[in-house]
């Protein structure tokens, strides 16, 4: 079955600074990667996707990049706010068959005024 | 707007005791899925179901059990509940798993 890791377990950016959340998963067979992103108390709420076919993709102050070969992906946030702090998952599917959604353990972001 | 709707917010119950965590989805989606969140491990899959009546063991699925009796209900059941069954439990729904809808969760304690 899949196997997702993600590092760092916590960290903490001033604001205005960059942060990088990243990724590994171990089935070859994954083709869908998306991130969710859960504020204190709240559920845990889809914010990007990027499929195996693309290397790159963005939507405002968010981007997240795949490396197919090394089977890593990873989440950017640029300009980080406040509002920004959460913690962030990733997550690896097979889209072809399987219905196994398999989460990383989730990176607490905090971001420092 | 996409509504997955757990039954109870914090439960508390006994060791021993059998509970019934019940959710339900109103966008007839056909996966549904019992997560458990814990500080540090993330979410861990307990059990999904991709159809009324199937279901499938996710990477935790010891001392649990699930039922789905119609596409819009998928139940977890702890037989017999112990406390290190104390957790945050989150069902979610997807169509096609390109996007998953989260419950706002049960805080569950065995005491």
């Known amino acids: 079955g899949e196997n997702v890791e993600q590092h760092p377990s916590t960290l903490s950016v001033q604001e205005g600074d960059s942060a990088v959340i990243k990724c590994t998963y171990s089935d070859s067979a994954s083709n869908y990667f998306p991130w969710y992103k859960q504020e204190l108390g709240k559920r845990p709420q889809l914010i990007i996707d990027i499929r195996s076919n693309v290397g790159e993709k963005k939507d405002q102050r968010i981007a997240v990049t795949l490396n197919k070969t090394a089977k890593h992906f990873s989440l950017h946030i640029t300009e980080t706010q406040p509002e920004d702090s959460a913690v962030y998952f990733c997550a690896a599917i097979w889209t072809g068959g399987g219905n196994k959604l398999t989460f990383g353990t989730g990176t607490q972001l905090k971001v420092e005024l | 707007d996409v509504k997955v709707t757990q039954s109870s917010r914090y439960l508390v119950k006994r060791t021993g005791e059998k509970v019934f965590l019940e959710c339900v989805q109103d966008?007839?989606?056909?996966?549904m899925f019992w997560y458990r969140q814990d500080p540090g491990l993330g979410l861990r899959l307990i059990y999904f179901?991709?159809?009324?009546?199937?279901?499938e063991k996710g990477d935790i699925p010891e001392g649990y059990s699930v039922s789905r009796e119609k596409k819009e209900r998928f139940s977890l059941i702890l037989e017999s509940a112990s406390t290190n069954q104390t957790s945050m439990y989150l069902c979610a729904s997807s169509l096609t798993l390109r996007r998953v809808f989260f419950g706002s969760g049960t805080q569950l304690s065995v005491l």
């Open positions: 966008m007839d989606h056909e996966n």
């Open positions: 179901s991709y159809d009324v009546k199937m279901k």
